[in-house]
C-alpha cells in the first residue's frame, strides 16, 4: 500500500466512448503526475501538476485530458481513443516536484481500448 | 540508444542464489532510483541514492558515479521477489525522472 489509489484497475472502452481514470493520494503532496506504461517501453510521462497546476505536458494528444481539481485528486478523462492507447496508466505522488523527490505509485489502471 | 540501459532484460534464477541487474546511463543525474513493479502493476520505491551503496533487507543497491552505472543486488532470492525492476535517473537539469526498460525476473521455487 503506497498511499496512491487509483481507480478502476481495468477498465474496457469504445473508441467512441468517453471514461475517465481517477487518482487519489492523501500522503500530503503536491506534485501529481501521469505516466503510460506500454508493452516492454519504458514509463512515459504524461502530464504533471504541482499545487493544481498543469507544469508539463509531453505532447500527448487532445484525446487524454487531464484535470487536477485539488492536490489530492488526479483525473485522466479519455475520449474517442486508439487500440494503441492500450496500456497501463500509473499515477504517482510526490512531495513537490524538485530533482532528488521520491514518488509514489498507484496500481495503475489497466486500459483496453477495443 | 536509451539514455538508461538495464541488463539483462530477463532472468530466470533459483530459490536462494544471488541476483545482480544492472544499470547504465549516459547523463548527468542527481540521482538514480531502483523500482519494484508486481504483475499487478503496481511501482514501489526501492531505493533512491546518489552516491555509494544502501541496504534494506535482502535488497542492496550501488552506484558509481564516474562510471555511470548502478547495480541491484538481491541475497537468498525468493519466488516473491519476481517482479520487473525499474531503474530510473533523476536529470541533474530536471526532475523528470527517464526510465529504464526494466528488467523481468523470474525466482523458481
Known amino acids: 500500500e503506497t498511499g496512491v489509489t487509483q481507480t478502476p484497475r481495468h477498465l474496457v472502452m469504445g473508441m467512441t466512448n468517453k471514461k475517465s481514470l481517477k487518482c487519489e493520494q492523501h500522503l500530503g503532496h503536491n506534485a501529481m503526475y501521469w505516466y503510460k506504461q506500454s508493452a516492454k517501453k519504458p514509463l512515459e510521462l504524461m502530464f504533471v501538476y504541482n499545487f493544481k497546476e498543469q507544469t508539463e505536458n509531453n505532447s500527448v494528444p487532445s484525446r487524454f485530458s487531464p484535470e487536477c481539481p485539488n492536490s489530492s485528486h488526479l483525473f485522466l478523462h479519455l475520449h474517442t481513443l486508439q487500440p494503441e492507447d492500450s496500456a497501463l496508466y500509473l499515477c504517482?505522488?510526490?512531495?513537490?516536484?524538485?530533482?532528488?523527490?521520491?514518488?509514489?505509485f498507484g496500481q495503475g489502471t489497466r486500459l483496453t481500448v477495443v | 540508444k536509451n539514455e538508461v540501459e538495464q541488463s539483462p532484460q530477463n532472468l530466470t534464477a533459483q530459490e536462494g542464489e544471488f541476483i545482480t541487474i544492472n544499470c547504465s546511463y549516459s547523463?548527468?543525474?542527481?540521482?538514480l532510483h531502483w523500482l519494484q513493479q508486481h504483475p499487478g502493476g503496481g511501482i514501489v520505491s526501492l531505493f533512491m541514492l546518489s552516491s555509494g551503496k544502501k541496504k534494506h533487507g535482502r535488497l542492496i543497491a550501488t552506484i558509481n558515479i564516474q562510471e555511470k552505472h548502478s547495480s541491484l543486488h538481491i541475497t537468498a532470492s525468493h519466488p516473491r521477489d519476481s517482479a520487473v525492476y525499474i531503474c530510473a535517473v533523476s536529470k541533474d537539469s530536471n526532475y523528470q525522472l527517464i526510465w529504464g526498460a526494466g528488467t523481468k525476473l523470474i525466482i523458481k521455487p
Open positions: 547523463v548527468g543525474i542527481s540521482a
Open positions: 504517482a505522488s510526490s512531495r513537490q516536484t524538485g530533482m532528488n523527490t521520491e514518488a509514489f
